[in-house]
């Protein structure tokens, strides 16, 4: 007794789209080791993650993951991962491509317009704010007089194509002045979109330094002083869509007497004189200062710095230390002759009277 088995054109759909979808995913079109092919060779891997797609010597394309629904209404968005920047078109489609009326599209459960005819939305270029769950809603108009639908919503992430730069130099933030400094504008493409171009700006307190380069260093041969300030870069792609700021890095340049601290000349204590008591000539004057002399080129000057204004200072320091020693000379000899007085009247003793 043969068996009659009834299929619903529904499930004939459904199972025809799977087995189209199956082959589709499995199968590697074109000549292998070409450009334009799908497959490549083993000896082609650049990146170990690769490896799990190797099958006896080749490599297959990354793969594509593709929903199959069984419903009146679907919302249909792309395969492949969405980046920034990328152009994004969302279509509501029903079973049989029946014709649809008061087309809605919703995102996160609000909608994104008033319904009307068109079946797609796009947005040109996309950003990390579009991402979230979708959905949309129609009236079919076939068959019968049309009743309302509504699609299962759609988890979509637009994912980043690189972070902001960060802006690098070496070999410090505070190089010395004539030594070369190198600027380096450090990010990084996703594997999926490594064969995109980068282009690289340099700025320096709100000027340009170098506009649009596809190299992400820029190189000063000899720093100066003139050269300190607020620097940033800037990541942006050929089309400018998508571009991106790194923070500011603050860079000092540091001269010639900043290379190592200045050596602070201490004069050591001197002991005071014992008090003479056998002689009262007053002493002479106090010896000056001693500084050290410009003809030996081993003495070290205070004096002798490129700052006019430190080289003033301690001209006035110096000055005030020898009228402090002039003072301090007058103060002795005052002290002397008042000890020796002391001394004349202790020995006469007290007067006597008949």
Known sequence: MAGVFYFSPALLWAAQMLLAASFEAL?????????????HPEDDLTDPREVSFQV??????????LTVSYDWLILQSPAKPIFEGDPLVLRCLAWQDWPLTQVTFYRDGAALGPPGPSKEISITVAQKADSGHYHCSAVLRSPGPGSPETASPVALTVHELFRAPVLRVTPSAEPQEG???????????????????LLFSF?????????????PEFQIPTV??????????EAATEDNQVWKQSPKLEIRVQG??????????????????????????PPGPLPPLSTPSSKDPDSFSPLQGPDPHLY??????????????????HLVIELRDLSSHLKLETTKGPTKHE
Request: proline letters at 10%; hydrophobic letters at 25%.
């Open 312 to 329: 003033h200072q301690m001209g006035v320091l110096l000055k005030q230390i020898q009228d402090m020693r002039v003072l301090l000379g």
């Open 179 to 197: 030594k070369p400094v190198t600027l380096s504008c450090q990010t990084k493409l996703p594997l999926q979109r490594s064969s995109a171009r």
């Open 256 to 281: 010639p007497s900043r290379s190592a601290a200045p050596t602070t000349l201490t004069p050591a204590p001197q002991k005071p004189d014992a008090p003479e008591t056998t002689s009262t000539k």
């Open 224 to 233: 100066s002083e003139a050269h300190s300030g607020s620097y940033w870069c």
């Open 203 to 215: 700025y320096k307190d709100g000027r340009t330094m170098r506009s649009r380069g596809p190299s």
């Open 27 to 39: 199968q590697c079109k074109g000549p292998a080791s070409t450009q334009d092919s799908m497959c």
């Open 56 to 65: 006896k010597g080749y490599t297959f394309s990354e793969p594509v993951h």
